[in-house]
């Protein structure tokens, strides 16, 4: 298996407070083509240092991977030092320049001067696009060594090294193939989960199987390793397949789409309409619904109720029944649900209502109470849930299970 | 100012899904007693990487901190590895064995054999005790520089670095202080940002100064360095005042704030209540305001007009407005920021229409394409933008600008 390391640079990522996401990313990539990474570093802006590390790093693995460092201003220093680490030297490549001048042009401004430093090259190596920003990568064959230059922002690092980097690196690397596959699962907390699949995937070592809190789903994290894909594929086939028997509908996505993904195909296809209504959760289904491209084609409208009187005037929610029942009751959820469907003509109406935190909690209603409903024509369908975590924490879970409460009635 | 590094050992931290957080911990503490992370590394269970880099660093650091691998398995090489790196001798330490023996007598268990490995000791070391687990860390004074190596559980590893570490350092220490700072910025892109203040912050070694696009936001990273706090605060009072000069009001964020936290406090203040009307930012901006807890106190309410007919049963859009000028512009989206004024008997209304793509965009209206609009009793504000980025970026462009149009106005 070949070795890799990957170089981050920047000084703010030797700030306490924040991580090198990019190197998680491209270890990832990197294991799917058969490459192991066995050593990162994280180095600022410091020439003396990323020199060293870069001299290192080529003399000791077959792939080195640096992100950051290749912006515009005084402190991106990554192009220099390579250059002089490598003992190559540093060129203008009026190609370039051309390209970054039109970027600007194109949104209408003039190129700031400082970024014709992004067109200079290391002499000897490739320049690698950057569609989404102004910063071009590099890639150098150094000594036998493939040293790649990224950008540090993951939106432009990202499809630079899956264009112009991954197919480079995978036709030098042996025969081994890593992959993994996510499985996303809604409606089971962390430990839950586990008691259901471990007494499954502990039969296996290959693949490898890992439970994630990430953030805010809870993902399992399948590895599986082979001589070839084919073959890694169908290991992980055969696990999925043992898990799915057990957790059934729970599990929501078999390659990394997200919730609201799931939901736009499934309405799409159906040639289905939503509208959405939000107290709580403060227009953040609306916002994961029409994050994803296209959704303006079942996406009618949201409501973000926040007050009692958003409630009664946009939602039709009869003022009495608040007054009863309070905001956050089963009542007057369901009565937010037919509201909003009613209002927008749409074919299904959710809605949530519930007390996120810290402060409006009380000992009948505490904080992490959320009524989450689905409206359609025929019928209303709520539930009432009890949802640890902070109030962020506590308004994704809240839209999460609304959104799987309509996912489940779309199957 | 003293430099330090920190080696994170296990093959563990360099799987995709793992991050090393007991690096972010030291580093804020190492920070607090004057002293500077400047290189971190992570490396597997890896005798020649391992022992290369206690070596690189001993050679280049004064303070060398390695966290992990000390426990009792045979893939637990720190102490071996780094023996031999500093050239010296690995001893059995009866005493530490004795301690070790009784920690596991105390839980009735006989100590397994392999636990046996971990009182082996570097010649010339102090053994630092560990209430918490069955690994003693280890500190050495090697070549002028500090070595401690401690264990890799968090537990564990931080009372062993406050009791035993954290006090050995500051002595050396002597009496610098460092102090960060970070300034939050609207209205600029990075590179714009730098031809602005680069002829300031470059003036100064002392602060640092980085400039970050850290997803979204655009950040100004201060960083200073004096014999006391409060001397590296009147550094930051004096950069952050020059820069303040040159940026007046587009510093929106002196210690971290949010923007929708910034606006919440002075809607609090001023008692003025705000209903938001989005369309491409689809929920976006509802979606930050309300994120904030307290919101409700001047968040009213907030509408997702997607389709045209939520624009005019909702917002009370002329129908003929949108018609004639499409939905996405100034006419419509001061149309918005009105009718979602009205509707809300809101203070302000803001609203955003555009274009975020990838779909949708045309050669008069491209992708990127969004107005914002600002609308109070007295009267109505826009601004017509070109948002660089993808629909992501774009939607979160927007969000943000049409909250700064806001911002601006209540100051």
Redesign the interface.
């Known amino acids: 298996m070949q070795t890799a390391e990957i170089i981050a640079i920047?000084?703010?990522l030797?700030?306490?407070?924040?991580?090198d996401?990019n190197s998680?990313?491209l270890?990832?990539k990197l294991?799917s083509i058969g490459i192991e990474?066995?050593?990162?570093?994280?180095?600022?802006?410091?020439d003396a240092?990323l020199e060293?590390?870069i001299k290192?790093a080529v003399k000791?693995s077959k792939v080195v991977i640096t992100t950051g460092g290749l912006?515009?201003?005084?402190?991106d220093v990554t192009r220099k030092v390579a250059a002089r680490a490598l003992g190559r030297r540093l060129l203008l490549d009026e190609d370039v320049l051309a390209v970054i001048r039109e970027r600007f042009q194109a949104?209408?401004r003039t190129m700031?001067?400082?970024?014709s430093r992004q067109a200079m090259v290391i002499d000897g190596s490739e320049v690698l696009p950057n569609p989404?920003g102004?910063a071009p990568g590099l890639f150098i064959e150094h000594e036998g060594a493939a040293v790649a230059l990224l950008p540090g922002?993951?939106?432009e690092m990202r499809p630079m090294f899956v264009d112009y980097v991954q197919a480079r690196l995978a036709a030098r690397a042996g025969a081994v193939r890593v992959v993994?596959r996510m499985l996303r699962v809604a409606g089971f907390g962390e430990s839950a989960l586990d008691e259901q699949i471990a007494p499954i995937y502990t039969q296996f070592e290959n693949p490898q199987t890992?439970i994630?809190f990430?953030n805010t789903e809870i993902e399992i994290?399948l590895t599986a390793k082979a001589k070839t894909e084919a073959e890694a594929q169908a290991l992980l086939d055969d696990l999925t397949g043992r898990l799915e028997e057990r957790l059934g509908n729970a599990i929501f996505s078999f390659c990394g789409e997200k919730m609201e993904e799931v939901i736009g195909l499934k309405l799409a296809v159906g040639g289905y309409t939503l509208a959405?209504a939000?107290s709580c959760?403060?227009?953040?289904?609306?916002?994961r619904?029409?994050?994803v491209?296209?959704?303006?084609k079942y996406?009618?409208?949201?409501?973000?109720?926040?007050?009692n009187?958003?409630k009664v005037?946009?939602l039709n929610v009869d003022r009495d029944l608040i007054r009863r029942n309070g905001a956050v009751s089963v009542e007057v959820d369901e009565a937010m649900a037919d509201g909003i469907r009613k209002?927008?003509?749409s074919d299904f109406g959710i809605s949530v209502t519930g007390i996120a935190?810290?402060?409006?909690g009380s000992k009948e209603k505490p904080v992490g109470l959320v009524y989450i409903a689905l409206s359609d024509e025929a019928h209303t369908e709520s539930k009432r849930l009890m949802l640890p975590g902070d109030?962020?924490l506590v308004?994704w879970r809240a839209s999460q299970a609304a959104l799987d409460l309509l996912r489940r009635r779309l199957i």
């Open positions: 920047g000084s703010e030797l700030a306490p407070d924040r991580t996401t998680l990313w270890t990832e294991n990474v066995r050593l990162k570093t994280i180095v600022g802006d410091d240092r060293q590390a290192d000791r912006g515009p201003t005084e402190d949104f209408g700031p001067e400082r970024n989404n102004s922002p993951p939106r993994r890992t994630l990430n994290h959405v939000e959760t403060g227009g953040l289904i609306a916002e619904l029409t994050d491209p296209g959704s303006s996406f009618v409208e949201g409501v973000v109720a926040y007050s009187e958003a005037r946009t209002r927008a003509q935190g810290p402060d409006g109030r962020q308004r």
